[in-house]
């Protein structure tokens, strides 16, 4: 994976980076709305600045990077975080992967993904537990997606040495649809969420924040 990033001419450069461009860059759906609320300013959208402020001060975006691949050990696909971004707060830099949603649901829940086991699943849960500091057996009801794009959150942190991780859920959707698969995955870490926010202590010390983010639903349209 190349590690030279070239500047956005705007929401439709985002295209080229997904897995299937001409079936998932659509109206109304999670790739492009995501993409449009980015590009609208310079700085964070409002409703991730709204969500973090409680959790590390006052944050900047100084870098975003779309469709960012993040390897994982057991091989198999990376973790393809929507956009992957370094905030800085008041008093730190957090390396935060954004998971965009619109109405699409969190992929397969653990038994489903672990209904086919192997070897390499086996060392990428392992992983990922030892990673976030949850241990094993978890709820099998848990999105998968939610722990190895988290996951993927805390391995950036480490690689671009910050403060903190963070993971946030920016949804486009009214209904807030798919919001208590995401309550069950906070509870994991043995904690509750104040209206989607929490705070978690990692193995290496470090802080991992967790936030849902309601988007503006003119996005949509665009």
Same mark, same amino acid.
């Given at each position: ?15 080229? =980076? ?125 999105? +998968? ?33 798919? =919001?208590?698969? +995401?309550?069950? =995955?906070?509870?994991? =870490? ?18 991992? +924040? ?13």
């Amino acid at each position: 994976m190349t590690k030279i990033y070239m500047p956005s001419s705007g929401p439709d450069a985002w295209k080229q =980076f997904l897995a299937k461009p001409d079936l998932h860059w659509a109206i109304g759906y999670s790739a492009r709305t995501l993409a449009n609320s980015w590009e609208e300013g310079p700085d964070l959208p409002p409703e991730i600045r709204k969500e973090l402020k409680p959790l590390i001060g006052d944050p900047t975006l100084l870098l975003a990077i779309p469709e960012h691949k993040v390897a994982l050990p057991g091989g198999g696909r990376e973790s393809q975080c929507d956009v992957f971004a370094l905030i800085r707060g008041a008093d730190q830099v957090v390396a935060c992967a954004i998971e965009g949603k619109v109405n699409e649901p969190f992929g397969p829940t653990l038994v489903e993904w672990l209904s086919t086991p192997s070897p390499g699943k086996k060392e990428r849960l392992d992983f990922i537990c030892a990673c976030l500091g949850l241990t094993q057996p978890l709820d099998l009801s848990i999105r +998968y997606q939610l722990l190895h794009r988290t996951a993927s959150a805390v391995i950036e942190a480490e690689r671009f040495m910050t403060h903190g991780a963070s993971m946030i859920v920016h949804s486009f959707s009214p209904e807030r649809r798919w =919001f208590e698969d +995401y309550e069950r =995955f906070i509870r994991l =870490f043995g904690v509750d969420s104040i209206n989607g926010r929490a705070r978690i202590g990692l193995p290496n010390g470090k802080p991992l +924040y967790l936030a849902w983010a309601s988007g503006e639903q003119r996005f949509r349209a665009g």
